[in-house]
């Protein structure tokens, strides 16, 4: 038997004000897109903004349904949109902003385990890492720099053979 520790790099700034200029631009775009999110059920609002290889900035929110499990995350309608828009082109980084109407988040909120795999197809298929930024609606932002660093022995394309 042999134990092997599995671990990653997590950058934490005090707040968005200490982000680089150019990630603090990509943070302020999932901010403005959060406000526009669709969640009547939960209350619980999510903005994505994807940094595309070309400068090209796609932007998501959560988008809930009365039957609930058709509707879809903010991080899940962003890279999809972003796969549409821009087939080829690869995803550099994706900021993710959450917060709540019924108290104050005030760390960041983790994308759920479907988007972490959705992003990993991406991260697989253009085979370079794609940062995360995430933030509550206040507080300290947390920085990884690949989806591999929150999603350890994930599953992927490599698992199916070549068929
Ligand atoms: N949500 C996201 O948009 N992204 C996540 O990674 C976690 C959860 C949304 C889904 C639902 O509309 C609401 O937050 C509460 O789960």
Known sequence: MKKQHIGFDLYIYEGIEELPSSERRLLERAISARKNAY?????????????????????GNNQENASYP???????????????????????????????????????????????????????????????LLQGQEGPVFKCTSIKDILPLAFGNSFLGDS
């Open 70 to 132: 058709s509707g879809l995350c903010a991080e899940r309608v962003a890279v999809f949109q972003a796969g549409a828009l821009y087939p080829g082109v690869a995803i550099l980084a994706i900021a993710i902003s959450a917060a709540s109407k019924n108290y104050i988040l005030d760390l960041p909120a983790g994308p759920c385990g479907n988007c972490r795999q959705s992003i990993m197809e991406y991260e697989i298929k253009q085979r370079s890492p794609i940062s995360l």
């Open 39 to 59: 969640a009547p059920y939960s209350n619980f609002q999510v903005g994505a903004a994807v940094l595309m290889e070309n400068g090209e900035v796609v932007i």
